[in-house]
């Protein structure tokens, strides 16, 4: 092993955490400043507590939130404003077309008339 590359090691360090509970564990610092530990943590007490660090809680339920909203909006029946045609053949359109070119081309005869 190379020499003088290794942190110090302490048998004694000091575990705080922010309910008030400490212990006494090997660390490579004196003290260390946690914020939950077994004596708080929901897991272990049993109690329903959120546990939020950086806002991640409020996040997650905002998002939630929103998505409900979507869903919700989705969900919601369409009204509709036109009445839809009954879909026509490809035969039916061609025949209207040709009518529609025969009416046409009578207009511009009796026109020239």
Not at 104 to 109: A, E, G, H, R
Request: aromatic residues 6%.
């Amino acid at each position: 092993m190379q020499k003088n590359i290794h942190p110090n090691w302490h048998h004694d360090g000091v575990v705080t955490c922010s309910c008030g509970s400490s212990f006494i564990t090997g660390l490579t610092k004196k003290s260390l400043q946690v914020d939950i530990c077994s004596a708080c943590h929901p897991f272990f007490t049993g109690e329903m507590k959120f546990v939020d660090r950086q806002g991640r809680v409020d996040k997650f339920l905002a998002k939630q939130k929103k998505a409900q909203a979507v869903q919700a909006k989705a969900q919601k029946p369409k009204k509709q404003t036109t009445q839809q045609e009954d879909p026509k053949s490809y035969r039916d359109l061609l025949r209207q077309q040709q009518r529609a070119l025969g009416q046409k081309s009578q207009k511009q005869t009796t026109d020239k008339k």
